[in-house]
């Protein structure tokens, strides 16, 4: 199984950065993936990482250590759309749908 | 852009009546999956499918539950008898096939509220 862990919530202003860490211990890998959420939406896809390292996409970056079971997802320039959920999900090895999902970071995007 | 749609948006039933909520994933899209997520809580995985069966479901998936892809382009989730405990925002979600590159990225639908009175 999964254990994944990441901060409940976290606030910054409008134009920082924030990064959110999510740390997971795991029988086995095969990605990392973080979704963005608002509320009463459904998530959607921000980032996958299999390999070490970062990933950049635009205002939003990936990083992931396999060794330490850690990874973190960088938001630069926030706006105030940014407010969300931001969830980390792992997917099981030798899987390519099951995942399982972190409890979500809220992110306060202040003015 | 294509979308995944979901229907109904808000289901309120009775315990143990049985439900199914029905999805429309993205035309060229092969692998479906259902989740769920309780008022407060976390997504859940329970059951991926593709090539018309049932490639991999988590504990939540019991007997109780059942998806079926009737035609070419919806993909449903039938709960036969419904407890309290199944109230939850169910999300279907698609991706391309495995074994490419945009296999990785999940388009999810918008969900459908389940209520069980």
């Known amino acids: 199984g999964q254990n994944i862990d990441q901060p409940t919530e976290m606030t910054a202003t409008e134009g920082a950065i924030v990064q959110i860490n999510c740390t997971y211990q795991?029988?086995?890998?095969?990605?990392l993936f973080w979704y963005q959420q608002h509320a009463g939406e459904a998530p959607t896809f921000l980032s996958y990482?299999?390999?070490?390292g970062l990933e950049e996409k635009g205002r939003f970056s990936s990083f992931l250590s396999r060794s330490k079971g850690y990874s973190y997802l960088l938001l630069k320039e926030l706006q105030m759309k940014d407010s969300a959920s931001y969830l980390c999900?792992?997917?099981?090895?030798?899987?390519?749908?099951?995942?399982?999902f972190g409890a979500g970071t809220q992110v306060v995007v202040t003015p | 852009e294509p979308e995944v749609t979901q229907t109904p948006s808000h289901q309120v039933t009775q315990m143990g009546q049985e439900v199914i909520l029905r999805c429309v994933p993205i035309?060229?899209?092969?692998?479906f999956y259902w989740y769920r997520q309780i008022l407060g809580q976390k997504v859940e995985f329970l059951v991926s499918?593709?090539?018309?069966?049932?490639?991999?479901k988590s504990e939540i998936f019991d007997d109780q539950f059942s998806v079926e892809r009737p035609d070419g382009s919806n993909f449903t989730l039938k709960i036969r008898s419904t407890k309290l405990e199944d109230s939850a925002m169910y999300f279907c979600?698609?991706?391309?096939?495995?074994?490419?590159?945009?296999?990785?990225?999940?388009?999810f639908g918008p969900g459908t509220r389940l209520t069980v009175l």
């Open positions: 035309s060229n899209h092969l692998y």
């Open positions: 990482n299999v390999l070490d």
């Open positions: 999900a792992v997917r099981d090895i030798n899987s390519w749908g099951k995942f399982q």
């Open positions: 979600a698609s991706s391309i096939t495995p074994g490419t590159a945009s296999y990785n990225e999940q388009f």
């Open positions: 795991t029988s086995g890998f095969n990605g």
């Open positions: 499918f593709y090539n018309n069966e049932i490639s991999e």
